[in-house]
């Protein structure tokens, strides 16, 4: 069941430097209790396109519809999206320590986000707030709950903006970066309450990341973005196992791998300026494979080796087969002449 | 990695290139009260040995708070030691006043995590790059700018934007700036703090070939710091495990990874997350509890029994020796006095002793 169905956003700023097309047509589906994650590097829209969704852009123009449990968030008022912001769209950041006041006590800010959306007592959202801290594995809630953000570790600090997102019960949290401030322990104690608070609460979680171990170990299914628009969308295996974009492709090469000490194979050239994009597919300028067409005429997503499911937009073949062989003629190639 | 054919004879009696001996350095930290009497320290670095041989690349790990970009800066003499010995190309660096350490600091250079900070932003590149000709007076100022070409060229920049500010370059190539500043003068040795965690993805991959091809090219011999294991068992010929002030573990890279000794070490390993859904979904998980203890009152005996899912009584007294253990070759050293065996099921393991983050964890857990 679709909890959340964005179709063809587009987000654009005027800049004195000229219009930044920073999302340019980005459409996917997200079902209740699934996690989705968002994969790009810095430039690709990627939080961009959640914070239009949730309405935190300012002075944007933006086209396009997200469909929410059936509401349009493009088009609705501020003060649905304020009450659906907290209550159903839980947020948290990549740097909590920018995201908490530094003057309010933790427990404060929790209890005073439970009474901004619901009635209850002073007491009652007190006891919420404690449960929560517990849940997310913040030792001595009960006392810590009246400690200052800054009394807090990163990691600790993370965990209390989950708590805090969560203490709704959103049907959907997002997480932008949640874990890129952090170090790789503590990484692994905040997806994994994650994981604990998604299935205590049902809830569907974004994730937005360029961290494709994250990736690997978090998700259902993954939105690839470059340059504003997605390249590749299809379940966590096939991305990983059976990718058809080549910017995909050169993401997962570039990577060091276990044990192998041969040369990395970096995706040469940098990302395009948002200003000024070139016609054609955005990739095109670092891409192995390019050819004519991919200059003139801009790939749509289209669904590739017969699976409803694996969408790319690239012109290359859709046949599974032969994108196979293709991927191990280009590599051979390179092999022979380096 | 490194290429043997071009190692330079540095020290031809095989002797390390670098040697640090029980290095500590220690930041004052001001007492809140009105007397000075108990003065706090930050132990940054709480007594560290080590070794770096010509031509390899030593790999510094560990987390935030560790102490390895301070130990970094340590060994470049930017900051001075508060105890401890620093060898260097067979020559003991650690008192050198700053004139004796001018030619010195031709042969040991660094570069730095941020791609940003790390470039006056009011000065062109070229003369940035040309800064280090200018300082030890060597060569016209003709002479220079043809050598700063020739190192744009050989970090893969275009020289003709000799004349042209950071502010005009990508995160990856300030990088590629930095590196060639560093190897304008020839060293020996090069310092790397985290010289791709700022940088995308894509662009990490390229300047992690570019240091391996300079490495081979010039015979470098290389530190270098990162909390990324598997950036670091790519380029790395030796690792170093940092946790609060001290070296928990070194080894051979293969061996760090597949013989794992200490048990900070494979918390770290499974924490890596993995870009593999098979590998990510059958691994064993090690969460370690609470978070790295304050460098101004580190735990006694071993730092890491606060978190260690095998603490005993004895971890607790004892601060266990870095050497070789379980009849591990001299190359394999860890400090603990309970180590691994290879297989076992860290995951399974319960502290034995009261009062760490685990403990208390523990048993809240078990109140629910």
């Known amino acids: 069941m679709s909890l959340l169905e964005v179709k063809n956003l587009r987000v654009s700023f005027n800049t004195p430097d000229g219009v930044v097309n920073a999302v340019r047509g980005l459409s996917f589906d997200l079902n209740k209790g699934k996690t989705l994650a968002i994969v790009g590097e810095s430039g690709s829209g990627k939080s961009v396109s959640t914070q239009t969704i949730t309405g935190l852009t300012r002075g944007a123009k933006v086209t396009g519809e997200a469909y929410f449990d059936g509401v349009d968030l493009l088009t609705a008022d501020a003060s649905y999206l304020r009450k659906v912001r907290g209550s159903q769209i839980g947020m948290i950041f990549q740097d909590p320590l920018s995201s908490l006041h530094p003057y309010y006590r933790v427990g404060w800010q929790i209890v005073e986000m439970i009474r901004a959306h ?7 959202a007190r006891d919420r707030a404690i449960e929560l801290l517990n849940l997310v594995g913040i030792p001595r809630a009960d006392t810590r709950i009246d400690d200052f953000p800054h009394q807090f570790s990163g990691g600790m600090r993370q965990r209390v903006m989950i708590a805090m997102a969560m203490s709704l019960s959103p049907s959907l949290l997002i997480a932008d970066e949640p874990t890129t401030a952090l170090d790789v322990t503590v990484q692994a104690q905040v997806l994994g309450v994650m994981r604990t608070m998604q299935e205590q609460f049902g809830t569907a979680i974004i994730i937005i990341t360029h961290d494709l171990g994250v990736v690997a170990q978090m ?7 470059y340059a504003g628009a997605a390249m590749e969308t299809a379940s966590r295996r096939e991305i990983f196992y059976n990718q058809h974009h080549p910017y995909t492709e050169g993401l997962l090469q570039s990577l060091p791998t276990q044990g192998e000490t041969s040369r990395l194979t970096p995706i ?9 994009l070139p016609p054609g597919c955005p990739f095109e300028p670092r891409c192995r494979y390019a050819f004519d067409k991919c200059r003139e005429e801009t790939p749509p997503l289209r669904e590739v080796f017969a699976d409803p499911d694996h969408h790319s937009a690239c012109w290359l073949s859709t046949d599974q087969d032969e994108r196979v062989r293709l991927r191990e003629e280009s590599y051979a190639r390179e092999e022979a002449t380096a | 990695m490194t290429n043997p054919a071009t190692t330079p004879a540095a020290t031809s009696t095989g002797d390390p290139l670098l040697r640090l001996e029980d290095v500590r350095k220690l930041f004052p930290v001001h007492s809140s009260s009105l007397t000075n009497r108990d003065r706090d320290f930050v132990h940054a670095v709480d007594g560290v040995d080590l070794e770096v041989r010509p031509g390899e690349t030593l790999g510094l790990v560990g987390e935030t708070g560790c102490g390895k970009s301070t130990l970094a800066r340590c060994i470049a003499r930017l900051y001075d030691v508060t105890s401890g010995k620093i060898t260097f190309d067979g020559r003991d660096v650690t008192t050198l006043s700053r004139k004796q350490m001018r ?3 031709r042969e040991v250079q660094m570069i730095f995590q941020d791609p940003y900070g790390s470039l006056n932003p009011r000065r062109r590149v070229g003369s940035i790059i040309g ?3 200018s300082i030890h007076g060597i060569g016209s100022r003709q002479e220079r700018k043809r050598r700063v070409q020739e190192l744009m060229e050989v970090v893969g920049l275009n020289p003709e934007h000799y004349n042209r500010f950071p502010a005009e370059f990508s995160g990856g190539q300030r990088q590629r ?3 060639a500043r560093a190897l304008a003068l020839r060293p020996k040795m090069l310092i790397c703090d985290e010289p791709v965690s700022a940088l995308d993805v894509s662009i990490q991959a390229q300047v992690i070939n570019l240091l391996l091809d300079l490495q081979d090219e010039f ?5 270098f710091i990162s909390h990324d294991l598997s950036v670091v068992r790519h380029v790395s010929d030796r690792v170093a495990v940092m946790y609060l002030g001290k070296v928990v573990e070194t080894a051979d890279v293969d061996e760090l990874f597949e013989t794992t000794r200490h048990p900070y070490t494979k918390s770290l390993l499974s924490a890596l997350p993995v870009p593999d859904p098979d590998i990510a979904d059958s691994r064993q998980r090690i969460i370690l509890a609470g978070d790295v203890p304050s460098p101004i009152k580190p735990p006694s005996g071993c730092r890491f029994h606060t978190r260690c899912p095998k603490a005993r009584p004895d971890c607790v007294k004892v601060l266990p020796p ?4 379980l009849g591990d070759p001299p190359t394999h050293s860890a400090a603990c006095l309970h180590p691994l065996e290879v297989g076992e099921d860290m995951s399974r393991s319960t502290p034995q002793i009261d009062d760490t983050e685990t403990v208390v964890q523990l048993r809240e857990e078990g109140a629910k």
């Open chain 1, 118 to 124: 619901e009635s209850v007592s002073k007491q009652a």
């Open chain 1, 219 to 225: 998700t259902d299914d993954v939105v690839v973005m």
């Open chain 1, 268 to 276: 040469s050239g940098t990302p395009p300026s948002l200003i000024s």
């Open chain 2, 103 to 105: 030619p010195i600091r």
């Open chain 2, 131 to 133: 800064d280090p000709f």
């Open chain 2, 177 to 179: 700036i930095g590196v």
């Open chain 2, 219 to 223: 015979g470098l011999t290389y530190v």
């Open chain 2, 322 to 325: 870095l050497e070789p253990v």
